[in-house]
T-cell receptor, first 114, second 113 residues
């Protein structure tokens, strides 16, 4: 079975500081990993994804994430936080099955302090 | 513009009434999904459908029903049997078997009093 753990339900950073949102997954087969962002009262928007190939993936809005198989992690980073980054972020995992369903973490709310 | 539309954005109902949430996509995606979102709990899968006229229960299907008569439409009915229906409901779609990422609609916030 697949699962995702996001460490820290709330993270606060100062504007211009490094953003680090943690995600660990559990999967018995090679996973496909995703980060989504959600602004208040809106749907989820795909930030980036890892399927195969290069383990460092770049996404929209300056975010990137690195797949580390040995650590079963897929942490999301951004070198310099912007006020517009304040949102909730969800990590998700999928594996190649008939349904290809996504399993989501419980989310991390990012606050950016001016 | 291709995308997923959910209507209405906000919905209010009295306890004991069934209510249907709309989800339409013009992306020509095969698979569609319904999720429920509650604070601090992430997204939980209610139902999903991989092809027309076929759907499967997710993790929390009790008190909900769906239909998939057309590729572009996947309505969700919240029945009076759902004990805690107040939540944010999200619809999503996926291209097909070879893809994994899902694309989400803007959501419907249902409040039942």
């Amino acid at each position: 079975a697949q699962s995702v753990t996001q460490l820290g339900s709330h993270v606060s950073v100062s504007e211009g500081a490094l953003v680090l949102l943690r995600c660990n997954y559990s999967s018995s087969v090679p996973p496909y990993l995703f980060w989504y962002v959600q602004y208040p009262n809106q749907g989820l928007q795909l930030l980036l994804k890892y399927t195969t190939g290069a383990t460092l993936v770049k996404g929209i809005n300056g975010f990137e994430a690195e797949f580390k198989k040995s650590e079963t992690s897929f942490h999301l980073t951004k070198p310099s936080a912007h006020m517009s980054d304040a949102a909730e972020y969800f990590c998700a995992v999928s594996v190649q099955t008939g349904a290809n369903n996504l399993f989501f973490g419980t989310g991390t709310r990012l606050t950016v302090i001016p | 513009d291709g995308g997923i539309t959910q209507s209405p954005k906000y919905l209010f109902r009295k306890e004991g009434q069934n209510v249907t949430l709309s989800c339409e996509q013009n992306l020509n995606h095969d698979a569609m999904y319904w999720y429920r979102q509650d604070p601090g709990q992430g997204l939980r899968l209610i139902y999903y459908s991989q092809i027309v006229n076929d759907f499967q229960k997710g993790d929390i299907a009790e008190g909900y029903s769906v239909s998939r008569e057309k590729k572009e439409s996947f309505p969700l009915t919240v029945t009076s049997a759902q004990k805690n229906p107040t939540a944010f409901y999200l619809c999503a779609s996926r291209v097909g078997q070879s893809s994994y990422e899902q694309y989400f609609g803007p959501g419907t916030r249902l409040t039942v009093t």
